[in-house]
């Protein structure tokens, strides 16, 4: 008990805010995403280093998005001929966006690190009047289906997984509305390709990150545990909460913290 009380306050409150962020994250990441503008900034405050702490918050935040392809694998079966392409550009733009971020130094990636949230923010932002113009769309090219051309919607999910493996925050929307634009108008062939790309990016990151020592382990074990109960808890009570509500708190969590980082990096 000595020794506890010995410890300064600051480690305690440390570890309360990352165990916090990572029950909030993972519930988030069930109902509306944006975990990691929790997350991710919560495990750097641990006093770990930029890249070490985004591949950490990867890391901790992988398994619950694994999972999502047993909840999808009937779509994935019926949309297999669609789904194992973009499954090779997940692996392929997944690898790259890693491994520039185990190639990029630490200050440059701490710099960038307020763009990444304010542009992740802003996504999250336009997805409603985005989904709203989709749904209209839709609506208009209803009775005249469209085949799109496989190789540019193939060069396109690399770009996106791409983002997925150096950083990654609301890259899930930004692959809806671009299979979306591309012609996909089914929202379960559009989940079951979204889930396969973005599973098989985060994935490589994963084994990436993890062989090249990049993972803080006594703090990723922590956050995928309580993401675990977080996204489990949010996922029974997520229908007593509007859609609205939860995508008005992401933008604001994410705006909040591209802020704070703006005037941590620069001051």
């Not at 944006?34 to 398994?63: D, E, K, Y």
Request: hydrophobic share 55%; with cysteine.
């Amino acid at each position: 008990m000595l020794a506890l009380s010995a410890l300064p306050a600051y480690v305690n409150l440390r570890w309360l805010w990352l165990t916090v962020a990572a029950f909030l994250g993972g519930g988030l990441n069930a109902v509306a995403g944006g975990g990691s503008f929790l997350l991710f900034p919560a495990i750097l405050g641990m006093r770990v280093l930029p890249v070490q702490a985004n591949a950490t918050n990867t890391v901790a935040l992988w398994p619950g998005q694994f999972t999502s392809i047993a909840a999808y694998r009937e779509d994935i079966r019926k949309n297999f001929r669609l789904a194992w392409p973009l499954a090779i550009a997940g692996l392929i733009g997944g690898t790259s966006g890693a491994t520039l971020l185990l190639r990029t130094p630490q200050m440059t990636f701490l710099h960038l690190v307020p763009w990444l949230l304010l542009g992740a923010a802003t996504i999250f932002a336009l997805s409603g009047p985005v989904s709203r113009w989709l749904l209209r769309r839709k609506g208009a090219t209803a009775g005249h289906p469209h085949h799109p051309r496989r190789l540019p919607v193939f060069l396109a999910t690399v770009a996106v997984c791409f983002y997925i493996g150096y950083f990654g925050a609301g890259a899930g929307f930004v692959l809806i509305t671009m299979l979306s634009l591309f012609g996909y108008q089914d929202l379960h062939e559009i989940n079951a390709l979204k889930v396969v790309s973005t599973t098989m990016a985060n994935g490589v990151a994963f084994a990436l990150f993890v062989l090249n020592g990049q993972v803080v382990w006594r703090y990723c074990l922590v956050a995928m545990f309580t993401c675990a109960i977080g996204g489990y808890t949010a996922a029974r009570f997520a229908r007593r909460i509007p859609q609205q509500i939860l995508r008005a708190t992401v933008v604001l969590i994410g705006l909040g913290m591209a802020a704070w980082f703006f005037v941590k990096v620069h001051s």
